[in-house]
């Protein structure tokens, strides 16, 4: 299933790594016959070629744009209830705490990254062990955490949906990250 994956979407991966070479100034970059990415090589050892990048600079501007876009994490209340606002309060300043803890702008800058030059991003929930706060040591003296929720941003090249046609992760029976 996962060489089906990687089969179907080798063409797309091959244009975003031409993305990421117009992006890091390498203008001499073309997909050959093969698929695969190569270096334009002068047509005469005497010719002259200019690189002018009009790509990096695009994107540089688009993504200092987006830096200073954060939405603001809030919890509606589901009624009027006292109890309900109470709740929803105190699920906002967590929601606060676990932002500015999980350092959320970094993620959500590295995401606009890939978005920008891949064209697509992907946010991922874990579990890190290594976070939170220490409550004791293991038997060969290494730290125990409590362990606390982490979000990252994923590289596009490591998710394999199960369709690459379908419009949402909803409508994906399964994705492997690899």
């Known amino acids: 299933d996962f060489e089906r994956r990687r089969a179907e979407r080798k063409n797309l991966e091959r244009s975003w790594q031409l993305n990421l070479n117009f992006v890091n100034g390498n203008q001499y970059c073309l997909i050959d016959a093969k698929g695969e990415i190569a270096e334009e090589e002068k047509n005469y050892y005497w010719q002259e070629r200019l690189v002018f990048n009009h790509i990096a600079p695009i994107v540089a501007a688009r993504l200092a744009k987006l830096s200073r876009i954060r939405p603001a ?7 009027d209830d006292e109890t309900d606002r109470r709740s929803a309060e105190l ?10 803890d999980g350092d959320l ?3 959500m800058n590295t995401a606009a990254m890939w978005s920008e030059t891949c064209g ?6 874990v579990w890190n062990s290594a976070k939170g706060r220490l409550i004791g040591l293991t038997d060969d003296g290494n730290p125990l955490k409590e362990g606390e929720v982490e ?3 994923v590289s596009p090249f490591e998710i394999y949906p199960f369709s690459l046609t379908a419009e949402s992760v909803a409508e994906q029976p399964s994705i492997i990250h690899a």
């Open 120 to 125: 697509t991003a992907f946010y991922k929930v």
């Open 151 to 153: 979000v990252v941003a």
């Open 91 to 100: 699920a906002s300043r967590i929601l606060a705490a676990a932002h500015d």
């Open 105 to 107: 702008d970094g993620v």
């Open 73 to 79: 994490l809030t919890v509606r209340a589901a009624s």
